[in-house]
């Protein structure tokens, strides 16, 4: 998948970036959430304000995974697992409910 493996890159970039930053005694991380689904993308908004967007389930669920996520996890849905088959090593870290996925789902962090 080119989102996990720009997910993996990103958080190596960034501990790259993290040690210089510590050393300034600034503390940053970041978590990813990665989802897959249908979205509508388009320019959204009125005569005197408009924004290009992408709105759905899909998107919220994403968005809420890398709110979960902190110290460089990148997280998806047990669901998204079949969409990389054994490409990437992970981990189950827990089974939560996500609002916009019906039932409980066990989320997975992706190692590499």
Known sequence: SVAVRM????????????KDWV?????????????????????????????????GT??????????IGDQGQILVPQRFLATIANEFKTEAIQETSVKGIQKATTIYNIIE
């Open 58 to 67: 899909v998107t919220n669920v994403a968005a809420r995974l890398s709110k």
């Open 7 to 18: 997910a993996i890159a990103m958080r190596g970039e960034l501990n790259e970036l993290k």
């Open 23 to 55: 050393l300034r005694g600034h503390s940053i991380d970041f978590g990813v959430g990665i989802a897959d689904g249908f979205a509508t993308a388009g320019v959204i908004g009125f005569d005197e304000f408009q924004q290009y967007s992408v709105i």
